[in-house]
């Protein structure tokens, strides 16, 4: 890795780790330092029987796994960054008890950045705490401190996977055009495409010239696709519908702000996959019972009737598909579009709508399962159902980031986020960030400015 890639040098405290045991991931391309007082630390806290027990049992396990078959304080990590362990325990006394792991750590930072030993970065040294009173102490002797939210925001939003690439290569673009495809290898400004990424290829003026996507070695023309009447409204949902109607990617996730068409695509090319073309036996649909605002509290009835409110979204999603493009039909003696299981007849049955708080020790194979405002899932949630996928199932995660309505997570640690960084560099999942909005003007600008 060059030196010049190095971005910052981020010193962690304990906090962090209990918070959030991904949070490597929040920092690409940095040095980030781990003292030794952190990992005494965390072997407290991993006895405890709350969250922050968990996470710092699952942070020490896959710190093993960094580490194993391995020497030394300093180790790669997947997102270009370097882990280093720093196992000094220097003079803190001047900050006070020296016994207290907060001032060594205080200490730790200001060693690096007096002494501009910054293992080859050019960058800043900042401690990243969640402690308000430990970055207070650590800025008044001059050293760089922030909220971890922050600093996370902060060092990765320019590093985002969006999957979708820009290439400014007309030639390229022609003749994916009149092939249909291109060998990867054959190519060199194809070279570092990710597997199943969507490309542009557009001339000097920015105009499109062609849409492709990777598919095993290969960059393969992306068609548009009819999806139960519903067509694609621009390159974005395009990609999206390809991605989505691939039987050969398990899982793809759809990510971005409210109104640009995730859910309904999603929801298209399930029902094109299940009921038009029988290649699943079922769509089973999943969505967090999480309130914007106060909740209603108790609702009576039977599991359906208590799913109803929080399905709503997706009912309202399925009528509007059914009664697209011609299908619209409408009842003779009040004039009203009619259900959509009134529509699907006895296909309704194949679209399940499902609590996910019974999803634990499930095996569904054949299905499509689609779970939508997967940004309120914390990552072990998300592994949870993520495991439930059988043979020849496919699942579709869709929502948005921004719009994280669960304590505790952000628009990085949730477990759509991490799921999309993690499977980016994997053959059997894709995942891409939609940008345009098509419901509406209002709800664009909504979504932009708010």
Not at 108 to 137: E, H, P, W, Y
Not at 374 to 388: E, F, G, V, Y
Request: glycine letters at 8%; hydrophobic letters at 40%.
């Amino acid at each position: 890795m060059k030196k010049d890639t190095i971005k910052n040098t981020i010193v962690l405290d304990t906090s962090v780790i209990a918070f959030d045991p991904h949070c490597f991931d929040a920092f690409p391309k940095s040095n980030i330092v781990l003292h030794v007082g952190v990992l005494t630390e965390l072997d407290k806290i991993k006895k405890f029987g709350n969250e922050a027990g968990k996470n710092a049992r699952f942070f020490i396990r896959s710190l093993d796994k960094i580490t194993e078959n391995k020497e030394g304080t300093k180790f790669e990590l997947d997102n270009g960054s370097t882990l280093i362990i720093d196992v000094s325990k220097g003079d803190a006394s001047y900050l006070g008890d020296n016994a207290y792991e907060d001032n060594h750590l205080i200490n730790c930072a200001r060693i690096i950045s007096q002494t501009n030993s910054q293992f080859g970065s050019s960058g800043k040294v900042i401690l990243v705490s969640r402690d308000i009173n430990l970055r207070m102490r650590a800025k008044a002797y001059n050293i760089t401190a922030q909220d971890y939210d922050d600093a996370s925001k902060n060092g990765e939003s320019e590093d985002s996977y969006t999957g979708m690439l820009y290439i400014n290569s007309p030639d390229l673009g022609a003749k994916l055009y009149e092939s249909g495809a291109l060998v990867v290898n054959d190519h060199k400004g194809l070279h570092g495409v990710y597997p199943n990424e969507c490309i542009v290829f557009e001339d000097d003026e920015q105009n499109v010239i062609a849409l492709g996507r990777e598919k095993k070695g290969k960059i393969i023309q992306v068609h548009e696709n009819n999806m139960w009447g519903i067509k694609p409204l621009n390159k974005e949902q395009a990609f999206a519908s390809e991605l989505l109607m691939d039987p050969d990617i398990p899982l793809v996730s759809l990510l971005g702000a409210a109104g640009t068409g995730k859910t309904l695509i999603a929801l298209a090319a399930a029902m094109e996959m299940v009921i038009n073309k029988n290649k699943y036996e079922s769509l089973i649909v999943y969505r967090p019972m999480v309130s914007v605002g106060n909740e209603l509290g108790f609702i009576p009835g039977s599991i359906d009737e208590k799913l109803m409110p929080w399905m709503a979204p997706i009912t309202d999603c399925i009528e509007f598909i059914v009664n697209s493009k011609g299908k619209k039909k409408k009842s003779k003696q009040n004039n009203e579009q009619q259900g959509w299981q009134n529509i699907l007849g006895q296909y309704s049955e194949k679209i399940r709508l499902e609590a996910m708080c019974y999803a634990r020790g499930l095996s569904l194979h054949n299905v499509i399962i689609l779970i939508d405002e997967a940004q309120n899932l914390s990552p072990s949630d998300m592994k949870t159902l993520l495991s439930r996928s059988g043979q020849n199932s496919k699942i579709f995660l869709t929502g948005d980031p921004g719009q994280v309505d669960v304590k505790g997570l952000d628009s990085t640690s949730n477990g759509l986020s991490r799921v999309s960084e993690i499977f980016k560099a994997n053959s059997i999942a894709a995942s891409l960030i939609l940008t345009k909005g098509e419901r509406s003007m209002l709800a664009t600008e909504a979504a932009r400015l708010m």
